[in-house]
RNA sequence: GCUCCCAUCGUCUAGUGGCCUAGGACACCACCCUCUCAAGGUGGCGGCACGGGUUCGAAUCCCGUUGGGAGUGCCA
């Protein structure tokens, strides 16, 4: 059943840091996309290795942040997860026939000891003072690679050939002083042993590609194809870094972001499909994409370009959807309403209404909570420039009056709030604004007069009322 | 410092020597629509970093300059 020939092998290789990095998404999302197109495989691979870097639930994390994106591992294209921490044994002997071989060295320098040579040589890095010394290993000594001379030439998909001097590449280490592989060993390593044929990462690791071609030759084996895509950047051009910028994939999703959106979005950083618009359906996406086409220079990761994306999205939604995609707002301990008070035919009736208004599902709370409350949560800010002048004063009263026994619609609740606006000189603009800050306590909102219908005649002049008695009192 | 990468509206991009008087999207501005706010519609602002070549012709090719970025660990 072995095939004769399989089909590419990407690999995504993640190190768990506690959040997904929307970097690494997108990273993903191409690997994915070509994987899927291609009828290849992508490899999940868990770069463990750095002890202070390993935590169970972090793997689940990222598990869960790929599913969120469409990169689910039940899905015949996905394999692994691979744990790096798992094959040290591989990237130790590999290391050991690679010193057997005489195309690496053990080095009993220290870090002080390099650089004061450095110094004292006005030259960069590690001189390669242990090449020709002929040491075997021992504690403290660390394995480092003989870089060959000549040149080494990296093809690349989205950058073309890019050549490197070997005399600039220093020797560099393959096992610490404690026998412990280094990344660049583990890396290749496993790529190895993983039949990895694709290497699609962000550009930060382009200066190190040489080396590990270099690995990959050694060890025997053909290179894999190389694609280094540009990285993402803050408003400064600089990467990002979750020091300074909001790059958690997990947060994005909180704070009511569409998977849908955030995909397109991402995969519009570098690359854009064909055509007058970049809101595409993934399978446009999975059929378009080349690596070919993906731009060279770093993407700014623009908030406002991912929101109008995510608005447009939910836009899109039919009004079943977004009543489902807005479940998980509409309760919990962020929203003001009891439990007990929320009416899901009320919020069904106000969605399409909503749906509308709203660029993130978290921004959904606030348009609908004074359907909910007993009495509305009060803007003051809203109340004092409604109620800053006499004619609101009026408004508020003649309302109350009128709506008292206006049939109880909301086109005959419109004209009625119309006809007594004109009696008092105000447009209708004017003239609802009073209305909607005691009912909704704000002055933005949803349509007025559907709100009104929705909440029912007792309601609504218990708010007029009990907004006529603070002006009364104040 | 050294190595490498990059350079089209503010931003993301289309553009692969003539179709470019450089197209779209986001943002911004104006107008229309309108019960607030949105959404929607129409229009507008705005760019090939600079200098040399090559060519009948250059945003597109070459060189240089300038400007950005990444890497530079016994981190991954």
């Not at 996309?33 to 169970?56: H, M, Q, S, W, Y």
Request: overall charge negative.
């Amino acid at each position: 059943m072995t095939p004769v020939t399989e089909g590419p092998r990407f690999r995504f290789a993640p190190s768990p840091t506690g959040f997904f990095h929307v970097g690494g998404a997108r990273t993903a999302l191409y690997n994915w996309a070509l994987a899927k197109r291609l009828g290849g495989k992508f490899v999940l691979r868990i770069e463990d290795t750095d002890e202070a870097r390993n935590r169970p639930e972090w793997t689940q994390g990222i598990i869960d942040a790929l599913a969120w994106i469409g990169v689910h591992s039940d899905d015949p294209t996905f394999e692994g997860p691979y744990f790096q921490s798992n094959y040290a044994a591989d990237h130790v002997a590999a290391a050991e026939r690679l010193f057997a071989e005489g195309r690496a060295y053990y080095c009993d320098l220290t870090p002080e000891q390099i650089q004061e040579r450095s110094k004292a040589s006005g030259k960069q890095g590690y001189d390669g003072y242990s090449r020709d010394r002929d040491l075997g290993p021992g504690p403290g000594r660390v394995l480092r690679f003989r870089v060959p001379e000549g040149m080494t030439i990296v093809d690349d998909l989205v950058r073309g050939r890019v050549e490197f001097a070997n005399e600039t590449i220093e020797d560099f280490v393959l096992l610490r002083g404690n026998g412990s592989p280094m990344f660049l060993l583990a890396n290749v390593v496993d790529d190895v042993t993983m039949r990895v044929s694709h290497v699609v990462r962000a550009e930060e690791h382009l200066p190190n590609t040489p080396k590990q071609q270099m690995l990959w030759e050694a060890l025997g084996h053909r290179p894999p194809v190389w694609a280094h895509v540009p990285v993402l950047v803050n408003e400064q051009r600089k990467k990002l870094s979750k020091r300074r910028d909001k790059v958690a994939l997990e947060q994005y999703r909180a704070e009511g972001f569409l998977a849908d959106a955030m995909v397109n979005y991402l995969m519009t950083l570098g690359w854009a499909p064909q055509g007058e618009t970049e809101i595409v359906p993934w399978s446009r996406i999975e059929a378009d994409f080349r690596l070919e086409d993906v731009n060279h220079s770093p993407a700014f990761f623009d908030l406002k370009k991912l929101a109008a994306f995510n608005g447009e999205y939910i836009r899109a939604m039919d009004v079943e959807a977004f009543i489902d995609a807005c479940a998980p707002w509409l309760s919990g301990d962020a929203v003001p309403w009891r439990a007990d008070q929320f009416r899901s035919d009320v919020f069904r009736a106000m969605a399409e209404l909503v749906q509308t208004r709203i660029v993130t599902l978290a921004e959904v709370p606030n348009l609908v909570d004074f359907l909910f409350l007993d009495a509305p949560i009060v803007d003051e800010a809203s109340w004092d420039k409604t109620f800053g002048n006499a004619e609101a004063r009026s408004m508020l009263e003649t309302s109350i009056d009128v709506l008292a026994d206006t049939p109880w619609n909301a086109e005959a609740l419109k004209t009625a709030v119309e006809a007594a606006g004109t009696t008092l000189g105000l447009k209708l603009g004017k003239a609802q604004a009073p209305v909607r800050v005691a009912v909704t306590g704000r002055t933005i909102g949803p349509p007025l007069f559907e709100a009104l219908e929705i909440l029912g005649r007792d309601a609504v002049l218990t708010r007029l009322r009990a907004a006529a008695d603070r002006l009364a009192g104040s």
